[in-house]
């Protein structure tokens, strides 16, 4: 395959933690990317860092903002071709009761988490059917499958991101589009930092049956399979890549200590 008409990823959130690993699988295995980020700084240094323009370009945009989803994609196809898979990658979380959670926090929130990967898979699917198909990962979260203090603006975007994806490969699967959600655990990104405490991490290490954190390259890896021909016949799943943490259930430390003994 010529570098003309290698596939073309767009990986939303791309300039670090998991999206530069999914961007990097991505890289790996032949295709070209499309870095979307919010953060200008960040993605102007891994775009440096990648230095490699034939294959990556990095485009500043916001996803939740329609007008600069619809630029980001025209700038997209004109710079690269095509577009054969897009990984709703960018999120954002805040981390506070109820109470103290204002309408803001709650827009924001659901404006990059839900509002986003309508707003890509909308503006790409077209770009996609034009050489036939392809393929859409959601980055959801083990928060959208298991509810918890604290999340209620993170983990309700995130399960109704797991809900759109059906809806979208529902849809979208007639015309030869793939939709599915990667579910991860806790992975040590600039986003754990900010809202994993170090009593929060000892706790994941409790109720985790692989009793670690994942990696980013471990959620890439599984987003590269989806998107790959190897998944050919998965379309609205939700794969959890979370050491066993949903799987777990009512996963008391107490009683699995006791079962290994
Ligand atoms: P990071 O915060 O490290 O990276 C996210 C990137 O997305 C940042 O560069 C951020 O820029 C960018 N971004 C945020 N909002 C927007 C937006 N509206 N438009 C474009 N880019 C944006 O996060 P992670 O790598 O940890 O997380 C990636 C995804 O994985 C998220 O969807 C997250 O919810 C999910 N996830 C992460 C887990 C974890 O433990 N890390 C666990 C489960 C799911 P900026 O700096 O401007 O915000």
């Known amino acids: 395959m010529t570098a003309s008409s290698s596939p073309v990823a767009v990986v939303t959130g791309g300039a670090r933690g998991i999206g530069l690993a999914v961007a990097q699988w991505f890289l790996t295995h032949g295709h070209r990317v499309a870095l979307w980020d919010a953060d200008a700084v960040t993605l102007r240094a891994t775009e440096a860092a990648l230095d490699d323009p034939s294959r990556v370009l990095a485009i500043h945009c916001d996803v939740s903002q329609p007008a600069q ?16 898979a897009l990984v709703n990658n960018a999120g954002v979380a805040v981390f506070k009761p109820i109470g103290q959670t204002s309408f803001e926090e709650w827009q924001t929130v659901l404006g990059t988490n839900l509002n986003g990967p309508f707003l890509c898979t909308q503006a790409i699917a077209p770009v996609m059917l034009k050489t036939g198909g392809g393929s859409v990962v959601n980055i959801a979260s083990i928060s959208g499958l298991r509810a918890s203090t604290l999340r209620v603006a993170y983990g309700t975007s995130k399960a109704a991101l797991i809900h759109l994806t059906k809806q979208q490969a529902t849809e979208l699967g007639t015309v030869g589009i793939r939709v599915n959600a990667v579910a991860p655990g806790p992975v040590d990104t600039e986003m754990a930092k900010l809202v994993h405490s170090a009593a929060i991490r000892a706790d994941y290490h409790d109720v985790i049956p692989l009793e670690r954190y994942g990696t980013v390259q471990e959620i890439a890896n599984a987003v590269g399979f989806l998107c790959s021909a190897a998944a050919s016949y998965v379309n609205g799943q939700v794969l959890a890549v979370d050491g066993g943490f949903d799987a777990a259930g009512v996963g008391l430390p107490t009683l699995r200590k006791t079962a290994v003994q």
């Open 69 to 84: 989803v619809t630029d980001a994609t025209e700038q997209t196809e004109s710079y690269f071709g095509r577009i054969d």
